[in-house]
């Protein structure tokens, strides 16, 4: 399968700690994006990265917050100190300029955060 | 800013009934594109349509249709002959400039037998 495959697909955690998520895309895209979904809303953009580049951030994206793309290709997000208020769905996405067209995002399964 | 409104929260129909989702975007661009997802119980993001603002061509796909009105802002989304796979959310979304997408809050639709 050539999809977006972010792990772990779930993750629980106690408040204060922190956690690493991995996002690889699909092998052409050039572009990567992170989003957060919580229950009953749409998802929300976090960060936009092209290539290695982190071209976006969202003011969601507080200083607890971090992503890298460190070869332009996969790419993990972490949280420090984690609070409650970060349990939410992390979404990968990627695209290529040449696969679809703008904004054509292809999504990975979601990595389910629970901070206890 | 950019903004999408999906004003209905949940739908529920019977099997075979045609069904409609609004989509309500603001934005000061003049260029931008409108996009409907599905989202299965699985959770996994599916795309369906894009549609560019300078293109108001409705178009068909199947059972799915789009309706676009730029007098209105709206982008809207018919099913018609509703199954239960169905049954999904389905997200509204706009980009514009930078590649970030701005999604609705989603319209839980519910097809039963």
């Known amino acids: 399968d050539t999809g977006v495959s972010q792990d772990p697909r779930h993750k629980i955690t106690k408040r204060g700690q922190n956690v690493t998520f991995r996002c690889d895309p699909i092998s052409e895209h050039n572009r990567l994006y992170w989003y957060r979904q919580t229950l009953g809303q749409g998802p929300e953009f976090l960060t936009y990265?092209?290539?290695?580049?982190?071209?976006?951030k969202s003011r969601l994206l507080s200083d607890r917050f971090s992503a890298e793309r460190p070869k332009g290709s996969f790419s993990t997000l972490e949280i420090q100190r984690t609070e409650q208020g970060d349990s939410a769905m992390y979404l990968c996405?990627?695209?290529?300029?040449?696969?679809?067209?703008?904004?054509?995002?292809?999504f990975g399964p979601g990595t389910r955060l629970t901070v206890l | 800013a950019q903004k999408v409104t999906q004003a209905q929260t949940e739908i529920s129909v019977v099997e075979k009934e045609d069904v409609t989702l609004d989509c309500v975007y603001e934005?000061?661009?003049?260029?931008?594109?409108l996009f409907w997802y599905k989202q299965p119980p699985s959770g996994e993001l599916v795309f369906l349509i894009r549609?560019?603002?300078?293109?108001?061509q409705n178009e068909i796909s199947g059972r799915y249709s789009w309706n676009f009105q730029k007098s209105t802002s709206s982008f809207n989304f018919t099913i018609t002959a509703s199954q239960v796979v169905d049954s999904a959310v389905y997200f509204c979304g706009l980009i514009t400039g930078f590649q970030k997408l701005v999604f609705g809050t989603g319209t839980r639709l519910l097809v039963s037998p």
């Open positions: 549609r560019n603002s300078f293109d108001e």
């Open positions: 990265f092209q290539n290695e580049a982190q071209l976006e």
């Open positions: 934005t000061r661009d003049t260029t931008y594109y």
């Open positions: 996405a990627s695209s290529s300029r040449l696969a679809g067209g703008p904004g054509e995002q292809f």
